[in-house]
């Protein structure tokens, strides 16, 4: 659970910017959870896949009973924002400016992907000792 605020909110603004903060940790616990049912299968991150977590995370029924109405709308793509549905793999490129849903799930294959090359590379390094001592080293 979270420490409160060192004081408490004065403005209209600070509770809103409180209540979006809430809402988007809310919302990647969410994604992260659902991108990791797929990255726990190897499914690779595909465009059409992307739209699926989007959907799932923007219906979770938790989420929308956490949150009231205007604050789920601010987490909604909008419709004029459209991207590829197709299998191909997921490539933003350079861009930086990606709506919330598929940034946290981008962001937890980014994190398994690391996380992946990081055991690769500890396996190597036990696997270089291993054979050293073989040989006597």
Do not use: C
């Amino acid at each position: 659970m979270p420490l409160p605020p060192a004081h408490p909110p004065q403005s209209e603004q600070e509770l809103a910017a409180l209540r979006f903060q809430a809402a988007a940790r809310d919302l990647e616990h969410i994604v992260r959870s659902i991108a990791q049912r797929y990255i726990a299968q190897h499914v690779p991150l595909t465009w059409r896949l992307l739209h699926a977590v989007e959907a799932e995370a923007l219906a979770d029924l938790g989420f929308a009973s956490r949150h009231d109405a205007i604050m789920l709308g601010l987490f909604q793509r909008p419709d004029d924002l459209a991207f590829p549905e197709t299998d191909e793999t997921v490539d933003f490129g350079q861009s930086n400016a990606l709506p919330a849903v598929f940034a946290f799930a981008v962001s937890a294959y980014e994190r398994a992907a690391q996380s992946a090359e990081a055991a690769r590379q500890q396996a190597r390094r036990h696997e270089a000792v291993k054979r050293m001592r073989a040989w006597g080293g």
